[in-house]
């Protein structure tokens, strides 16, 4: 009799602990990439899932393949094409912009210059009409232009030292200074990438994996900007930043599903992206990056090695099916001093016409941390104008959708390069004109364009 009454002591005791919840294992499934690089268990919340996934739901089983973060698929697909509204919004801003400057642009007191030093004491005196301050101001506001969607600029080069981090943290800068924010640079290096380093402050040791953890969270329909920017690094000019995995030792790099679930949450809550890559081109983030790009900035030094990995890359991607993306990429060109124009032009013999030179800052070579209030002018004006050629870009792209067909007709496919011709084409260019192959050989390149002279005769 005393055994029952222990007993029935002990079952009461059992029923009454409640220092931990009990743990439903059917309700468990595997999470990719825990805090400390492995394998964890989380538990599956959404009350409105049935029955989990298993041997006998097929296609629950790919699902859980598909999206192993639980972001969605309608997150995972991303948002449609732009509606007809938005299109025509940005047409009408790039007419706008071609037709009659912003207002302020020609008119508001002069601040560079002796100009500016004048007008401290009181005057108004306006800036030279075709000077260096109309130029930058005309560049602002090319930065501030529509662009419906959420454009992910890819900033790569295989090529380690050619300035990818800094020409991300300067993109990245720029567009939030002058767009009010709502910017981020997201670091999509496999791993121990350099970004959160370089930029201007990194107030915590949040990475993507802390992102990652809260996917599902943050593309749920009640979630809020403010989740997100928990892990995110605010800087100076507004825009965030998103630091890599920083685990010394770690064994865990970020592959395509890492990727996919993370610009889901991006794009849902920020209005552009800018992506730094690493440097090994055939890394599944790398090439998925690429693969969803919707502009390609291409960082280059005025040396042959980093000029023939550029091309490389450049004609990789053609090759992979992103011919559109390789011929709208910007290349930032940095340096060449006295060679500078003999490099832009055989670039150009390449197809490459977008080409904006910028000059060699030792702030930005120097590796240290880089805040844009302490470069100097020179920079901050050109690598502003590399962000209006970015934003005209995609603007140009959107703008160019469903256009109507101005003409029926059809052209041969003969007319058509064939596969091998096209192959390297970028590299046999810049090649043929180096003279390292022979004149025998025949390869097409597209004829540069010359710039539209101005009009604006400055009265």
């Not at 805040?371 to 002018?377: E, F, P």
Request: hydrophobic content about 40%; some cysteine; glycine content about 10%.
């Amino acid at each position: 009799m005393d055994n029952d009454i222990e007993s029935g002591t002990d079952t009461a005791e059992r029923d009454d602990y409640t220092a931990e919840q009990p743990v439903d294992l059917r309700r468990q499934r595997l999470r990719i990439g825990s805090d400390d690089g492995s394998r964890g268990i989380s538990e599956d919340t959404d009350p409105s899932a049935g029955t989990e996934p298993g041997d006998d739901d097929p296609v629950g089983v790919m699902q859980d393949e598909r999206d192993p973060y639980g972001v969605g698929e309608q997150n995972l697909a991303g948002p449609g094409e732009p509606s007809a509204d938005e299109v025509a919004a940005v047409r009408e801003a790039r007419l706008a912009m071609l037709l009659k400057p912003a207002a302020g642009v020609h008119t508001d007191p002069a601040r560079w210059g002796w100009r500016g030093r004048a007008n401290a004491f009181g005057l108004r005196m306006r800036p030279r009409r075709r000077g260096d301050e109309v130029a930058y101001r005309q560049a602002v506001e090319r930065i501030r232009q529509p662009l419906p969607g959420t454009p992910v600029v890819v900033v790569a080069n295989p090529k380690g030292g050619s300035g990818k981090t800094p020409a991300a943290v300067l993109l990245s800068a720029l567009f939030g200074r002058h767009r009010g924010g709502r910017v981020v640079a997201w670091d999509a290096h496999e791993a121990c990438g350099s970004l959160a380093a370089r930029t201007a402050c990194c107030p915590s040791e949040h990475t993507v994996w802390d992102v990652l953890g809260y996917a599902r969270e943050l593309c749920t329909a009640n979630a809020d900007a403010s989740g997100l920017a928990r892990f995110l690094q605010r800087q100076p000019t507004l825009d965030e930043i998103l630091a890599s995995d920083q685990t010394p030792g770690g064994s865990v790099c970020i592959g395509r599903e890492e990727c996919a679930a993370i610009l889901a949450v991006l794009r849902r809550h920020r209005e552009v992206v800018i992506v730094d890559t690493g440097s090994n081109d055939r890394a599944e983030g790398f090439r998925w990056a690429v693969a969803n790009a919707t502009q390609l900035v291409v960082p280059i030094i005025g040396r042959r090695d980093v000029i023939v990995s550029a091309l490389r890359l450049l004609d990789g991607i053609a090759e992979d099916g992103h011919e559109d993306l390789a011929a709208r990429a910007v290349i930032a060109l940095c340096g060449g001093g006295s060679q500078q124009a003999e490099i832009t032009d055989t670039l150009a013999s390449a197809g490459i016409t977008r080409v904006v030179p910028v000059p060699f800052d030792p702030v930005l070579a120097g590796g240290e941390r880089i805040v844009v209030s302490r470069l100097g002018r020179q920079s901050v004006r050109a690598w502003t104008e590399v962000a209006a050629t970015v934003a005209d870009s995609v603007a140009e792209t959107l703008a160019a959708r469903h256009l109507p067909m101005q003409s029926r007709f059809v052209p041969d496919t003969r007319w058509t390069a064939s596969a091998d011709e096209a192959t390297h084409q970028r590299l046999l260019a810049y090649a043929l004109r180096e003279g390292q192959l022979s004149r025998s050989r025949t390869v097409r390149t597209p004829a540069s364009c010359a710039p539209v002279e101005d009009l604006d005769p400055g009265w």
